[in-house]
């Protein structure tokens, strides 16, 4: 019975790669020769090694060697099978690995963890830079300014810096911001007036991004901390009471001249009582009725928030903002702050700060059908930061990790310094 010879040489097959740019290269054909029996049929095939590649799978049918799909099923039925790779050998244990019974296990999750496409095929969560809102400090100078407790963060210059900053960041896939000025000393007031001059540093930065960059989402922070000369988030009595109604009121137009100047979105982080409601009743009332709200819905008393202050340099004068930011001993109250909030007529829900809090972040998205955010606070980012200089921790693992958490337990957006640093990672760059 004559046979055909065909000679195939080890084979390169396409690599690919998982989401974690690892690469996996397929099996390669470890025999030079493959006979098939053609059931009788003289057929002998003069070529040279023919050498399969994935991109080349047409040329790579038997057909275009002269077997038809009849013949190689032939060959198969006959018993002559090409030849494949054997079977791999079983890893050997170390030495003094003990010779054990196999457990009796009807399940072992392990199975599913074995390699990097199966791990991949089944996460739960996905990261994203879709997910990050980038915060960026500016300044009225030229120059940026370094902030000494965050390193790598800087006060932006609102006319060049933070165009430069943006353009990054949308370079790799980040196009939501929020600002946060650092306003002069001498415009401050206890009534914190700047805060809706729509002349502002605030206002002159979004009108200058939207010129720049139309589909840019502009997230804006709504409170009188960074404009007011006590360095509270509402206008101080007297006796050191923190005025709620009047300082809604002040918030009220802070809101209005932001969202004139362009604002996507804006943020109150004050905390007073039926703010929500009172911006969106100015908001529509201004004509401005597709603006969202984020709210700070659960907003604690942290010390968490250091560096932050300080690249605003916006501390309290005197006592501290525990009359109205959350005890950081609370959980259940979240639930009051969230359902006023939604009630209200907020769009976003938020939690400050992240990590430590994860189970209020989870709280509100278990309650809430509202879109969740998360903010990775100036103090969270500072720690990585310190401890990847020390080489304590790993900064980027570290990092990703984090921000991995803060989506797992159930943040749609996060906050974060990293946001740029981050998604550079998600996208394969080297910092």
């Known amino acids: 019975m004559a046979s055909t010879m065909i000679s195939v040489s080890p084979s390169n097959f396409a690599t690919i790669r998982d989401v974690k740019c690892q690469s996996y290269t397929g099996l390669k054909m470890n025999s030079n020769r493959v006979y098939f029996n053609t059931g009788g049929m003289n057929k002998k ?120 900053e943006v353009s990054k960041a949308r370079d790799v896939g980040v196009n939501s911001i929020v600002l946060f000025p650092k306003v002069p000393d001498a415009l401050k007031t206890p009534t914190g007036d700047e805060s809706y001059n729509e002349n502002g540093l605030v206002p002159r930065a979004i009108r200058l991004l939207k010129d720049k960059y139309p589909d840019l989402v502009i997230y804006t922070d709504v409170a009188l901390d960074p404009y007011s000369s006590d360095g509270h988030d509402g206008i101080v009595r007297e006796d050191g009471v923190i005025m709620n109604d009047e300082t809604v ?98 769009d976003i829900l938020l939690v400050k700060p992240g990590l430590p809090y994860l189970d209020i972040v989870r709280l509100l998205r278990d309650s809430s059908p509202l879109p969740i955010a998360a903010y990775q606070v100036s103090g969270e980012y500072s720690m990585i930061k310190a401890g990847g200089v020390l080489k304590m921790i790993d900064e980027e693992k570290v990092m990703m990790e984090s921000l991995m958490c803060l989506r797992r337990a159930g943040a749609d957006i996060i906050l974060t310094y990293f946001a740029l640093q981050a998604a550079r990672c998600l996208c394969g760059e080297k910092r």
């Open 45 to 164: 095939i003069q070529s040279s090694r023919f050498v399969i590649k994935a991109s080349d799978e047409k040329e790579a049918s038997l057909k275009k060697l002269g077997l038809t799909d009849e013949e190689c099923e032939a060959a198969v039925v006959a018993g002559n099978a090409p030849e494949v790779p054997p079977v791999p050998p079983v890893p050997a244990a170390p030495a003094g690995t003990p010779l054990v019974s196999s457990l009796p296990l009807n399940k072992r999750p392990r199975r599913n963890r074995k390699s990097p496409v199966l791990r991949a095929a089944f996460q739960e969560t996905q990261l994203s830079p879709a997910n990050f809102v980038y915060p960026l400090f500016i300044h009225e100078g030229q120059e940026d300014t370094p902030i000494g407790a965050m390193p790598g963060c800087y006060r932006l210059g609102w006319r060049h810096g933070l165009l430069e």
């Open 249 to 346: 009121h002040q918030l009220c137009k802070q809101a209005v001249a932001q969202a004139r100047a362009g604002a996507d979105v804006v943020s109150p982080s004050d905390m007073m009582d039926g703010r929500v409601g009172a911006l969106r009743q100015a908001l529509d009332a201004a004509g401005f009725p597709d603006v969202s709200i984020m709210s700070y819905t659960a907003k604690y008393a942290s010390a968490f928030y250091g560096p932050f202050r300080e690249a605003l340099d916006s501390n309290p004068r005197f006592g501290d903002k525990k009359t109205y930011q959350m005890n950081p001993a609370n959980y259940r109250e979240a639930l009051v702050e969230a359902r006023a909030d939604e009630a209200e007529g907020a």
